[in-house]
């Protein structure tokens, strides 16, 4: 089993048994969203930064040759 993190790792597909380094794609969570709210309705203006901070979202690990999703990190 291979231990997925914020960052692309070295991992064989289980898929299409290649050897390959995963693509990492951040994906917004019902985490990101409520810390939005919570800005929207003290801070108005800080609003979109949960949507550009990694530190909410879940890092998602795919196989880039056949775009299987291989596993997921979140903090």
């Known amino acids: 089993m291979s231990n997925f993190g914020k960052t692309s790792i070295a991992t064989t597909c289980p898929s299409c048994n290649s050897s390959v380094?995963?693509?990492?794609?951040?994906?917004?969570t019902g985490t990101t969203h409520?810390?939005?709210l919570l800005l929207c309705i003290c801070?108005?203006?800080l609003?979109?930064?949960p949507y550009l901070m990694n530190c909410?979202?879940?890092s998602n690990h795919y196989c880039p040759s056949c775009k299987?999703?291989?596993g997921t990190?979140?903090?």
């Open 21 to 28: 380094n995963t693509a990492v794609e951040m994906e917004s």
């Open 56 to 58: 909410f979202k879940t």
């Open 68 to 70: 299987t999703l291989l």
């Open 34 to 36: 409520i810390v939005a």
């Open 43 to 45: 801070f108005c203006p």
């Open 73 to 75: 990190y979140k903090d």
């Open 47 to 49: 609003v979109c930064c």
